[in-house]
């Protein structure tokens, strides 16, 4: 009798035992602007301008020399460094919402060179190594390029305190932005210290 009632039982919740492993959550894909193309690379291509929920789309300037607005930067989630090191904004979708959501904007690219990131270098902008005389280089307007393409002038670049040039860097500390971006690599800086030139480095194997 025992055995008949689990019996019953079991037949009772099998098929909602079954509906539940078979049923899966649903989520809502992204979409993004038809239009973007005019300024944007996106990768991968979204087909129909949709983009599946959990995908990662990396968005770059489409025009050569053309780096992201000055607004861009104040997009909850974009990130600055990103811009700088590698010129893309990575882009996620989470159940219908695209985080960060550049796309709320219409214009996302400008002329120019991006700006270096604030917690990593010491920035001088648009002074000549001749006369030393400030020109506006650096530009704050929303819809500009942070840098303004002026190749007659020096940008200065050097680490913030506790950064340091990485290992093997060959980057310059004076950059130029030209009509193509800037005409040089600048230096890495990341975190961490220099080791001193007049370091005993046998005493410190020894001690260590």
């Known amino acids: 009798e025992v055995v008949m009632l689990w019996s019953t039982a079991l037949l009772l919740i099998l098929p909602t035992l079954i509906k539940g492993q078979t049923e899966r959550p649903t989520y809502s894909s992204c979409t993004v602007p038809k239009d973007y193309e005019k ?3 996106i990768i991968p291509v979204p087909r129909d301008n949709k983009v599946e929920h959990g995908q990662t789309i990396t ?4 025009t050569s020399g053309y780096t992201f607005m000055n607004h861009m930067y104040s997009v909850n989630g974009v990130s600055a460094t990103d811009i700088f090191f590698f010129s893309y904004i990575l882009i996620t979708c989470r159940d ?3 985080q960060p959501n550049i796309f709320l904007q219409t214009r996302w690219c400008d002329k120019g060179c991006t700006k270096f990131p604030e917690n990593y270098y010491k920035v001088s902008y648009g002074f000549t190594t001749q006369s030393r005389k400030k020109n506006p280089l650096r530009q704050f ?3 500009h390029a942070p840098v303004s393409a002026n190749p007659l002038y020096v940008i200065s670049a050097s680490c913030q305190d506790g950064y340091t040039t990485v290992v093997g860097d060959n980057g310059s500390k004076e950059v130029r932005c030209t009509e193509t971006g800037y005409n040089t690599q600048p230096i890495i800086c990341s975190a961490g210290c220099d080791i001193p030139f007049n370091v005993d480095y046998d005493l410190l194997n020894k001690s260590a």
């Open 96 to 98: 219908g919402a695209l």
């Open 59 to 62: 968005v770059l300037c489409r």
């Open 39 to 41: 300024q944007l690379n």
């Open 141 to 143: 307007g929303k819809l």
